[in-house]
């Protein structure tokens, strides 16, 4: 059995995620419906897991000093509502009804600033390293979830890439699309 059951959205908080509050975030313009769910990938440092390092980054509290790498993104303010670590938690850093700062300029259908209408859901991973079969059913739960308050995202999944081509290539060519829509389609039909 899926652990779909686990979550539930109630006013843009995802129960049964843990919970770690980003100061990075603004309201979305008045009447925005959301629309549209982004799937990105992040590691920090690049392609290395655990350490706590992108909770820290999401938070502003990263010292900028622990790895090289972090001075190249020292006093970035960014955030996602969710991401999915390696051992498949889900982590919540911004309410769904909020507007969180992943997607950068955007354009989806030719529709632009994806933040302003989307949800982005971050998995722990890089382009260059297969993601996890626990990432992937916890995608597959929390887009569930989602889709259930949010009907108009039913059709309407992306990647970073795909939103912001040429400018990110996550989430890379490790993560399977294909493999991701027939979970989806068949959990959805279970």
């Not at 008045?30 to 629309?35: A, F, L, S």
């Not at 999915?84 to 700062?101: P, S, Y």
């Not at 989307?118 to 995608?139: C, K, M, N, R, T």
């Not at 490790?174 to 959805?188: N, P």
Request: hydrophobic share 35%.
């Amino acid at each position: 059995m899926s652990a779909t059951a686990n979550f539930q959205l109630i006013d843009g908080q995802l129960q049964g995620a843990r919970q770690i509050p980003s100061p990075n975030f603004n309201q979305r313009p008045d009447q925005t419906e959301i629309q549209l769910i982004v799937i990105h990938n992040i590691s920090l440092p690049p392609s290395q897991f655990g350490g706590g390092y992108i909770e820290q980054f999401f938070q502003n509290q990263l010292d900028w000093s622990v790895h090289p790498y972090f001075q190249t993104i020292e006093g970035m303010q960014v955030s996602t509502h969710f991401l999915i670590l390696r051992t498949g938690e889900v982590l919540q850093f911004v309410n769904c009804q909020d507007r969180a700062w992943h997607a950068g300029r955007s354009t989806y259908l030719a529709k632009q600033e994806c933040n302003d209408y989307s949800i982005g859901i971050e998995l722990e991973g890089s382009d260059d390293l297969p993601f996890e079969a626990v990432q992937y059913q916890s995608l597959i739960d929390v887009v569930i979830t989602l889709q259930g308050t949010y009907p108009q995202i039913k059709q309407h999944i992306a990647g970073h890439s795909d939103i912001a081509p040429g400018r990110k290539t996550d989430p890379g060519m490790y993560f399977e699309w294909a493999k991701f829509r027939e979970m989806l389609a068949q959990q959805r039909s279970d």
